[in-house]
């Protein structure tokens, strides 16, 4: 253990990356929200780190803090050890998984969210919090429902698991926006799509302007959010966590229709564009 209440896990594998990981999270329940000084822990200052801190009022807190490696973009400082039975791949396991189980013994997705489950038994969905998410770029304070602070905590843990479905989502991770819109949500992920298949035609290889592949990268996230929310149910004894995966969902689930149907509500933020065409 070193100085404060941090505790430290050293030297657990992740059944995802062959290297080593320091499995670090704050065992106390603290109202203080500032950044971790990871030099101090002796981390790479190259990794990405985020904290969200829920102030869920008569002195409840509960404090999150995440690092993500620079270059995967997942997360390494989730406990590994005595994971709950809910976590392993086999339970629940989505129709379209890849990943085998005698390699991935445990969901990567279960895994990161092992963090949060049950951290939240003690408070309905529709609770309030003062939710802050401090980053190195930005801190984000509002006043919310406690089902939306845990949702958008849910959306970066998702894409900074490993799962290989929302690894796409990993650019989104690197640049979070906490606490996104739907219609910020649209933007970002349209943007991020494009974004990708600029690189692929540079490096000569096949891309798509017509948004097929992210309407099916999002009806696969669908997928993963209906058996991730079946977990959830069997891990928690309130609503806000499980509720917190159905709000991730709605716009998930819509993201195909919106491509089809509604990008051109937006399409007149870009008539600069045209005029110099």
Same mark, same amino acid.
């Given at each position: 253990m070193q100085g404060g209440n941090d505790v430290v896990y050293p030297g657990v594998i992740s059944t !995802?990356?062959?290297?080593? /990981? #320091? +499995? /670090? *999270? /704050?065992?106390d329940r603290s109202p203080a929200c500032n950044l971790v000084d990871m030099? @101090?822990?002796?981390?790479? #200052?190259?990794?990405? @780190?985020? /904290?969200? +801190?829920f102030n869920l009022g008569q002195e409840r807190h509960e404090v999150f803090d995440l690092q993500l490696d620079g270059r995967s973009l997942e997360v390494i400082n989730i406990p590994c050890r005595n994971l709950p039975p809910w976590t392993r791949l086999e339970f629940h396991q989505c129709s379209h998984c890849p990943l085998d189980s005698e390699a991935y013994p445990d969901c990567p997705v279960a895994v990161n969210l092992a963090l949060v489950i049950g951290r939240f038994d003690h408070v309905f969905s529709h609770d309030k919090v003062d939710l802050e998410v401090i980053t190195d770029e930005r801190h984000v304070s509002l006043h919310t429902t406690v089902q939306r602070g845990i949702s958008s905590l849910l959306g970066l843990l998702f894409a900074a698991s490993g799962c290989p479905h929302t690894a796409y989502l990993k650019p989104m991770a690197r640049f979070h926006l906490p606490l996104a819109s739907k219609e910020d949500t649209i933007f970002r992920a349209a943007g991020m799509y494009f974004l990708g298949q600029y690189f692929l035609r540079k490096a000569g290889k096949k891309n798509d302007l017509e948004l097929?592949?992210? $309407? @099916?990268? *999002?009806?696969? !996230?669908?997928?993963?959010? $209906? $058996?991730i929310a079946e977990r959830v149910r069997s891990a928690t004894q309130t609503d806000s966590s499980v509720n917190a995966v159905i709000l991730l969902d709605m716009i998930t689930h819509l993201m195909p229709f919106i491509i089809e149907d509604h990008l051109d509500e937006i399409r007149h933020l870009f008539t600069p564009y045209f005029l110099d065409t």
């Open positions: !995802l990356l062959p290297t080593q /990981r #320091m +499995c /670090r *999270y /704050r065992a030099s @101090k822990a002796g981390l790479n #200052m190259d990794d990405i @780190k985020i /904290r969200y +801190c097929d592949g992210l $309407k @099916k990268i *999002y009806a696969n !996230l669908h997928l993963i959010n $209906k $058996k």
